[in-house]
């Protein structure tokens, strides 16, 4: 199965190596195209432009950076989704959940929306790049899942942010309090790895915290459309604004601790 | 190891079974005394007073079912920790994390606080009832610990509760959402045990909301007194409450889910 | 000073009679051409079309019932403001502060942005419309400006349903709140008006819900642009929407009353 | 009339004084009884102990500082209303509304609640102190209207604070936000007071935002006993606890303000 990609991010290159690695023969693109060069020892072949790609092969996978981008690219009035339809191609939204470690282990969770038939074709890279895929019916429901799910986890790092700060000022370990979560019924990956960094107040942007409050607003956004109230990822999403006003927005997402955190000294005033 | 066990409803039933079955001695009260037969027949002794099992044992464990009851039995003018203490004796609280079920398989998280010389003694026990133990420091930091790790949940809870409705009202599948938040960085029990339930609005009551809003208002009220702003959990608490004017306060603190979910028809209003 | 008034909703046309009125010289448009018959019959002339008005007229005020369709029409491509600078004109942003009976009194208020020289040309007839005109520099200030107040007077408006919900829940009178609030520091026409209607549910939309839930949207997208955290307003929005979800938004803005009245019996849930 | 007055603060004073212009006998006892001496200068008789005053005076009203603790020296075992029901006494509770202007020139708002003969026998005395004084019913119902009252209040101070933070944050003139607002539906006292001195971050306390705080977190908390769900104020209420957080705390309330414009610079954190 001749394969195209665009885009070789830390994402892409991930997989595209995975896919190169399990047989399949792969032709890259990507902006700067210095980068199509480490594929290429990897046995890919290059092309100049997406163009270039969609002719070659029968599949073409794009992986952008920037999600806004990409969507912008693909839905606009003259943007892939109607190019490629014109000319009787069809697309497959394919938002994945997961970052660098699981692109590389094929380890991904892929949400898949479009065209059904697409999905079923390249089930066999699927399978390669991720454990799991979901196909979730029509194009932008890949998106919303992804929002959705984000947004979950976005009002889950303020809580854990918010429980972190009361158990400090309360005069509990959170050290102790990163062990107990880590017994309970709450326990989950997000917890275990990004707790022990906030304590050091580190952080080394996996997932960016602009990107992470873009995604709630884009969440409350999907539910002010659909009149649902979510009072929740309101406060949450108000929380990771707070940390861009104090300039935290490059820092990983979990940096919202440090705008909980923010106390004496911080503000000036006079009686 | 003779220990004396007050309290025998669910949760002290299962421990005090489990305490009889790895051999520990065990005299019982209930204020039910009937409960205790049960325990009788498992080879442990009765008494009609707590004082009675006091007065017989050198350690006793207290498993009451109201946290704030227990509380203020222990810590009022006059309560059980002045007397104790009076007395030479030694205090130490010992919330647990868990339900029925790791009660009885000995798989509690045991937050433990008070005398450190009783809680290095009473370790065989503990390791008996729990898969592990802390020591937290003074007296309270076992019960502060605990509203810290259940603020965090009922935070969670909603944000899990508002995922599902937003993916329900943008025609997404919240089954897919379930499957897909268990493939990923979030995936926890709690969501993987309740979800499927709050599905189908059943909300048998493991940990009633009325009781997980409580803590939510005692997690607050910690965080008045360190002047600690948790807006994400006031705005998970308010929407418990909102659940209590429902009329759900007794059902599980799952079905928060259903004050999220209110929607057309609820209302009467005129033009 | 000749004046084209398009758009004779309830504000367009108490405006347009007061020109009239004033002496003004008076050409008007409306989408419904019956309309502009009762101002013909106070002195008004009517063309057909929105050109014919702008061709006749030196300044042309647009009066349009929908502020987000008034101003996509105006700001985008193709739209009035490029189509009147194109022709050497300037334009004028201007929302009015005020409903119905200030329009009729020549009591509003008017945010004006934009050319400043326009501004200044046009004060005689902002005299008669308005109790008082501002100029706020470049045009989107105006609707910004307004955008802020509505996102306070929401937020107000939640506050003071939460007040009455908690009087009435609390055995006090509402109407003694009432008649409290209007002799103290936060006394304010708002309240004095809408509260009585409000404690009959009685919501007859002077401003309908859904434009107010839309304007704090504005507002906070505003935030987020600007990195402003507004949890107040957020909360406050989020109430809106739960209105809007219980069917709601045709009504006054004050109905959000009864989103927050909302109690047992509007839940169903099983244990 | 022979009147006793217990509590000579800034509010107690002028009430005292004003008691005293317009001819009633007033008894007069203050913890630190120097400050007595002032108001004997105007012809108040002084006594040593507020049993004294009791003794001497048909009615005795108390005016004393902190709010809780007064309640809590009338309500509790052994109180005050206790000890006066005990001898056949009658107690009104009648918190004010108004701070020391409206109490030098007997424009108060007065919250009576308790025995209404003892109401009805005072209003001479409430004529001369307020310009109106509501009969609310059992006692504890003046505490809760002001409750009510001031956790509206402390809503619309966030929600002016967030205001003013997006007008300036977008280019807006702050103080062109104030017109505005003063002209308009949601003019209201406390905006034209407390809006300039805001903006000169100046934070003279005439309500201290420590007590603005405690009287959201009471209000949150009969909210609590009531099943009522109030989203905005728990998120006010956290704004200000983030203020006290920041050090604010014994600032006017207004200085809230200052916790919603904590900006980039006031945290620290490392990728």
Redesign the interface.
Same mark, same amino acid.
């Given at each position: 199965m001749e394969i195209g990609f665009l885009g070789l991010g830390i994402m892409g290159k991930a997989m595209a190596v995975n896919l190169l690695r399990h047989g399949f023969k792969v032709t890259v693109w990507n902006r700067t195209l210095s980068k199509c060069e480490e594929l290429a020892a990897e046995g890919a072949s290059i092309e100049e432009t997406p163009a270039a790609v969609i002719k070659k092969c029968k599949y073409t996978i794009a992986m952008l950076s920037d999600p806004s981008a990409a969507l912008s690219v693909v839905f606009d009035k003259d943007g892939v989704l109607e190019a490629i339809e014109h000319k009787g191609g069809y697309f497959l939204e394919a938002p994945v %959940?997961?970052s660098k470690k699981p692109a590389e282990d094929g380890q991904l969770?892929i949400?898949a929306a479009g065209k059904k038939e697409l999905y079923e074709e390249i089930i066999p890279a699927f399978d390669v790049l991720g454990? *799991?895929s979901?196909y /979730?019916?029509q194009v932008g429901?890949g998106a919303?899942?992804k929002l959705?799910?984000n947004?979950? &986890?976005g009002? &889950?790092m303020?809580?854990?942010s918010?429980?972190l700060?009361?158990?400090d000022?309360?005069?509990?370990?959170c050290q102790?309090?990163l062990?107990?979560?880590d /017994?309970?019924?709450?326990?989950?990956? &997000?917890f275990k &790895?990004k707790g022990p960094t906030m304590l050091q107040?580190?952080?080394?942007?996996a997932f960016p915290l602009k990107h992470q409050?873009k995604d709630m607003?884009l $969440?409350l956004?999907?539910?002010?459309?659909? $009149? !649902?109230?979510?009072?929740?990822?309101?406060? $949450?999403?108000?929380?990771f *604004?707070?940390?861009? %006003?104090?300039?935290?927005?490059? /820092?990983d997402f979990s940096?919202v601790y440090?705008?909980? *955190? !923010?106390?004496?000294?911080?503000? %000036?005033?006079?009686?």
């Open positions: %959940s997961g969770v949400l454990k *799991k979901f /979730l019916g429901n919303k899942m959705v799910v947004m979950i &986890m009002s &889950m303020n809580a854990f918010e429980g700060c009361l158990a000022r309360s005069g509990l370990s102790t309090l062990d107990v979560l /017994l309970g019924g709450i326990a989950n990956p &997000m &790895m107040s580190s952080y080394s942007p409050q607003r $969440a956004a999907l539910g002010d459309e659909n $009149a !649902v109230s979510m009072p929740v990822a309101a406060a $949450a999403n108000e929380a *604004k707070k940390a861009r %006003s104090l300039g935290l927005g490059d /820092l940096a440090e705008a909980v *955190k !923010v106390a004496e000294g911080s503000a %000036s005033a006079t009686k």
